[in-house]
């Protein structure tokens, strides 16, 4: 089976840079996927890793080492429309599996 | 159209109705997938259908009986429900073949069982 890690909460403030980390144990890995979700909404895919590396996308980038099981989300130049529930996901056969998330406050 | 529609939105039912949770995409997408979930948790895997065939139940109560009865539309239907199901039910799309893992999520719908 799988499992994730990541931190329950983290806060911030506007304008800042904030990393969310993912540890994982797999029994096969198919890459690492990053999704958000703000409250009371639906979980919108943000990023995914299938190789070592770091994968950009505007404000957001996210890193995966595979050797390390490990991964993060960055999130750059913080806006309070940041504020969100943020989860690290892996693939398991057909299924797609979420760490337990964490949510991000950001603060003025 | 790149959207999974969920409806109703909310909907409250007693232990002894029946009720169904309806999804629709038009993306040509061949899995759908039912997910449940609580505040503060993540999305929990419940069924998922490939080709409009059950491909994995995740040991779901019989109380959850999902159709599929064609590749846009995924119905849950509910029976005998516990107020402990009372929950955000997600619908999600993918073309099953996708590498990325990427799914598409409707808005859902948030049941309360009294």
């Known amino acids: 089976g799988q499992s994730l890690e990541q931190p329950s909460e983290v806060t911030a403030v506007e304008g800042a840079i904030v990393q969310i980390n993912c540890t994982y144990q797999?029994?096969?890995?198919?890459?690492l996927s990053w999704y958000q979700q703000h409250d009371g909404g639906a979980p919108t895919f943000l990023s995914y890793?299938?190789?070592?590396g770091l994968e950009e996308t505007g404000r957001f980038s996210s890193f995966l080492s595979r050797s390390d099981s490990y991964g993060y989300l960055l999130l750059q130049e913080l806006q309070m429309k940041d504020s969100a529930s943020y989860f690290c996901?892996?693939?398991?056969?057909?299924?797609?599996?979420f760490g337990q998330g964490t949510e991000l406050s950001v603060k003025p | 159209d790149t959207e999974v529609t969920q409806t109703p939105k909310h909907l409250v039912m007693g232990m002894t109705n029946k009720k169904s949770l309806k999804c629709e995409q038009h993306?040509?997408?061949?899995?759908m997938y039912w997910y449940k979930q609580k505040a503060k948790k993540p999305p929990e895997l419940m069924f998922v259908?490939?080709?409009?065939?059950?491909?994995i139940n995740e040991s779901v109560p019989s109380r959850f009986s999902p159709e599929c009865p064609n590749s846009s539309l995924l119905n849950l239907h509910l029976h005998a429900l516990q107020p402990e199901d009372s929950a955000l039910y997600l619908c999600?799309?993918?073309?099953?073949?996708?590498?990325?893992?990427?799914?598409?999520f409707g808005e859902g719908s948030r049941l309360t069982v009294l």
């Open positions: 996901a892996v693939r398991e056969g057909g299924k797609l599996i």
């Open positions: 797999t029994s096969g890995f198919y890459g």
């Open positions: 890793n299938g190789l070592d």
């Open positions: 993306m040509g997408h061949r899995a």
């Open positions: 259908y490939s080709y409009e065939k059950l491909s």
């Open positions: 999600a799309s993918n073309t099953r073949l996708a590498p990325t893992g990427e799914l598409f």
